[in-house]
């Protein structure tokens, strides 16, 4: 970084690359990182939609997809705090505590088996999608309803003991992590099973001030409008043909550039006065694994309860870097948020396009992670990430 460009100019350089390159209609990019003046800056670009020239703000709100993995673990970690209640406790113990779904024990032996580490680390053999349950699934757990009879007959039919044949091993699992939310759900005894917005509210995003974050868009917020990127190569090159519009909201947690600036920092520097948020971030960063991909032993994944763990390395020091990425074609979004402790440096990336999972259908650097990588080599040249991050 040269003394003539400040860090705001990197984030603002960068994002209008990514803008450009994806062509997606707007976004959002919050980096919490000393460098700023405040700790941190959030920079909006673009339009709320395809069909909305209203411009972007730091409080536009964004659908993230999978990264919702990372506040369900979070309460994971809030949970396991109270007597009774571990890590290690099977789903047999919490999936249906009190009878609350059910007044029969719900899930087959295996499914009861399961503990919530291995559902919070992907190793429980869970797949990444169930067949057999409409894509809906897990629409009652963020609604705060109870799970439908579709989801219990699902759980009650789970196959046979699965027994990696060397270990456990890692496998992505969507259905995986649901199972868990309304397993957490159980664990708070205010409305037991239906609460899952209610205990983010209590101890997430309340305590952080996270005012627009949550699972029910409240009718006061400003919603950026997602859409599907359909790319095509001219001149061996891959150009954006056009973005189709969804029209609608996927059943997972929507957030802002300015919230996720707020979780960023929690994240670097949980606040000394929250001590059991504090704590929860805390048992999330505890590294677990090596874990080799069940598909592939010869890959592995390092995690922490809902982060995915790589390596990188600042003036040749290792150091660790922890990310999480989402992704929505239901409902037109791309997110991605990533910080490495050791620099006191977060990143997270929204956008309301979302981009085709092929990386022949769509240019190359056009996923979210790689303008957050960007952003942070630049404002720390010492900083060298996995490629890619």
């Not at 239901?330 to 997270?348: I, K, M, R, S, W």
Request: with cysteine.
């Amino acid at each position: 970084m040269s003394d003539q460009t400040t860090p705001e100019q990197i984030v603002q350089a960068l994002a209008t690359s990514y803008h450009n390159l994806t062509g997606a209609p707007g976004g959002c990019i919050a980096v919490c990182d000393p460098q700023f003046e405040e700790g941190g800056y959030v920079y909006p670009y673009g339009t709320l939609g395809v069909d909305d020239a209203r411009l972007v703000t730091a409080d536009t709100v964004f659908g993230i997809a999978s990264v919702t993995k990372v506040f369900t673990s979070t309460l994971l970690g809030v949970a396991i705090q109270y007597p009774g209640i571990n890590l290690t406790d099977t789903l047999g113990k919490w999936l249906n505590f009190d009878n609350t779904f059910s007044p029969e024990n719900v899930g087959s032996q295996s499914l009861q088996a399961i503990t919530l580490a291995q559902l919070a680390t992907h190793t429980s053999g869970m797949p990444e999608q169930p067949t057999g349950l409409p894509t809906n699934y897990s629409q009652q757990l963020f609604a705060d309803e109870v799970p439908n009879p579709d989801q219990i007959n699902w759980w009650n039919l789970y196959p046979g003991s699965w027994t990696p044949p060397n270990g456990p091993c890692f496998l992505y699992s969507n259905i995986g992590f649901v199972t868990l939310g309304f397993a957490v759900t159980q664990m708070f005894p205010t409305n037991r099973g239906q609460n899952y917005n209610q205990i983010l509210a209590e101890y997430i995003t309340g305590p952080l001030f996270m005012a627009h974050t949550g699972a029910t868009i409240e009718p006061s917020w400003l919603v950026a409008g997602g859409c599907n990127a359909v790319y095509v190569r001219s001149n061996g090159k891959i150009i954006l043909k056009e973005n189709n519009p969804t029209n609608r909201q996927d059943y997972d947690l929507k957030t802002t550039g300015q919230d996720l600036l707020q979780f960023l920092s929690a994240q670097l520097d949980p606040p000394s006065t929250l001590r059991t948020l504090r704590t929860a971030i805390g048992s999330t960063h505890q590294i677990r694994g090596p874990y080799p991909f069940c598909a592939n032993s010869k890959a592995s994944v390092t995690i922490g309860l809902g982060w995915q763990v790589t390596t990188g390395s600042i003036d040749g020091n290792s150091c660790n870097i922890f990310a999480k990425d989402g992704g929505t074609s239901l409902g037109g979004y791309e997110a991605f948020v990533t910080f490495v402790p050791d620099l006191g440096c977060g990143v997270a990336v929204l956008s309301n396009q979302c981009i085709p999972a092929a990386p022949n259908l769509s240019p190359p650097n056009s996923l979210p992670s790689a303008t957050a990588q960007q952003i942070i080599c630049a404002l720390h040249p010492d900083f060298k990430p996995p490629q890619p991050l």
